[in-house]
C-alpha cells in the first residue's frame, strides 16, 4: 500500500487509501454509488455544554468546542444528519451497512433519522469506557458510555456481512455481546499536535474500530469514514488489510492522519482470514470422497477405539454388521445415539495411523477454493 492523497487527481492515488479534504456530503456524492461495503461514522456530538470545565483544582478540561461541533439548533443539526445521512445511504452497496457512533447529545437523534431514511437497525452497541473522564461537578452521573448503531441500508436486505464465529473467537468462544468495555484513547495511542495537545478531541481507540470492521468486514473490503478525524478508521482498516476511504475538512486532521497511516505495515494476508462458520464452508457429500478416489469402495472405517467398524460403498454410503445408510446414520445406529457427526466419528487408517475422514473433506474444499 502507497502514498495518501487529499483529494482524488491531485496525486497518484493508492485505490487502497485515499483521503478526501472537503465537505463530506459534497464529497460522498461525487462517489460511485454503491460502491462501498460499510461506513463508519462518528459525526460532530452537538454538545450542549454551558460554559468552561474545570476540575476541583480549577484546571480547565480540555473539552470539546471546536466550530465543526457546534449547531444553531436542533433543527439544523438534524437537517445536516438527513443530507449526511442521505449521500451515505447512495454510496452503501446492496449489501452494506453503517455504524454511527455518539453520546446521549445526539445518539436519539441520529437513530431516528437512521430509521427514518429506510436504514434497519441491527444492534445498538454500548461501549462502556473502563476509564471515563470523573463529573467534576458532581451534578450528574459520569457519563461512562457511547453508544454505536449498526445497521444495514434497507430492512428487507438478506445479505449483509457479520462475523459471529470471528467475534466468538475474539471473545475466548464466547458469543459476543452488544455491551463493550474498551479504554478511551490514552497514553501512547493518544496522537498530540506540534504543541503537545491533543491533536484531535475525540479520538477513538483503535480498538474499538478493530472490533467493528473485524465483525462487518472482510479483508479487501471498502470502508468509507465521512469524519476521518485523525484517522483511526483508516489506520485499522489499513492494519486489517481493508481499503478506506476518508473524508475530512481539517487539514491539520489530515496533516496527522496522513502521516499516522505511512508508518502503519499492513498485515500478512495469511494472518487477517476470518474465522467463518461451517455454515458457510462449501457442502461436501461422502459420495464425493469416494468418486475422486480419496476412499475406495470396501475400505473400512471405524470409531477411534476401533469398537465399530464399517465398510464404504461405491455410492457413498457405508454398511455396518446390521444396517446400511450415511456415515451420520450409521455412527449413529452403532452408538445407539439419535444423531452422530460422521465426519469425526469414522477414522481411515493411513500411514499407519488413524486419521478421520474429515481431513479428506477439508482437502476437498481446499481444492475447490
Given amino acids: 500500500m502507497g502514498r495518501v492523497s487529499e483529494k482524488p487527481g491531485t496525486k497518484k492515488e493508492n485505490p487502497a487509501e485515499i483521503i478526501i479534504q472537503g465537505d463530506c456530503i459534497e464529497a460522498m456524492n461525487a ?7 460499510l461506513i463508519f461514522a462518528d459525526p460532530p456530538y452537538n ?15 480540555d473539552a470539546v468546542n471546536d466550530d465543526w461541533d457546534k449547531f ?19 454510496v452503501l452497496k446492496d ?3 453503517i455504524w454511527v457512533i455518539g453520546s446521549y447529545h445526539n445518539i436519539f437523534r441520529v437513530g431516528a433519522t437512521l430509521q427514518d431514511l429506510g436504514y434497519w437497525i441491527m444492534n445498538d452497541v454500548v461501549w462502556r469506557k473502563s476509564n471515563p473522564m470523573p463529573n467534576f461537578r458532581g451534578t450528574r452521573f459520569t457519563n461512562a458510555h457511547e453508544t454505536l448503531i449498526w445497521a444495514t441500508r434497507d430492512a428487507d436486505q438478506k445479505k449483509y456481512t457479520f462475523n459471529y464465529d470471528a467475534m466468538k473467537a475474539l471473545n475466548e468462544e464466547l458469543q459476543m455481546r452488544s455491551d463493550w468495555t474498551l479504554p478511551i484513547c490514552t497514553g501512547g495511542e493518544r496522537l498530540k499536535d506540534d504543541d503537545g495537545g491533543k491533536a484531535h478531541p475525540t479520538q477513538k481507540p483503535e480498538a474499538l474500530l478493530h472490533r467493528v470492521l473485524l465483525a462487518t468486514t472482510n479483508p479487501g473490503d471498502t470502508v468509507l469514514d465521512p469524519f476521518f478525524g485523525t484517522g483511526t478508521t483508516g489506520a ?28 502503519i505495515k499492513a498485515g500478512a494476508a495469511e494472518d487477517l482470514k476470518v474465522t467463518t462458520s461451517k455454515k458457510a464452508e462449501v457442502r461436501v457429500p461422502f459420495g464425493t470422497i469416494v468418486e475422486r478416489g480419496l476412499l475406495e469402495p470396501g475400505a473400512v472405517l471405524t470409531d477411534p477405539a476401533r469398537r465399530h467398524a464399517a465398510r464404504v460403498r461405491a455410492d457413498g454410503s457405508i454398511v455396518c454388521r ?23 466419528f469414522w477414522h481411515f487408517k493411513t500411514d499407519g495411523k488413524l486419521k478421520p475422514i474429515d481431513i479428506l473433506r477439508q482437502k476437498v474444499r481446499a481444492e475447490m477454493g
Wanted: glycine share 10%.
Fill in 31 to 37: 462517489l460511485p454509488e454503491k460502491s462501498v461495503d
Fill in 47 to 61: 454538545l450542549q455544554l454551558g460554559g468552561d470545565l474545570t476540575r476541583p483544582d480549577q484546571s480547565k478540561v
Fill in 72 to 90: 444553531a439548533s436542533f433543527a439544523v443539526y438534524d437537517e445536516f444528519t438527513r443530507n449526511w445521512m442521505t449521500a451515505a445511504r447512495r
Fill in 95 to 97: 449489501t452494506g451497512a
Fill in 236 to 263: 485499522v482498516a489499513k492494519k486489517l488489510g481493508r481499503k478506506f476511504i476518508g473524508i475530512e475538512r481539517e487539514q491539520r486532521y489530515i496533516k496527522v492522519a496522513r502521516e499516522r497511516i505511512r508508518q
Fill in 322 to 344: 446390521d444396517a446400511t445408510g450415511s456415515i451420520h446414520k450409521i455412527g449413529a445406529h452403532v452408538q445407539g445415539l439419535d444423531a452422530c457427526n460422521g465426519w469425526t
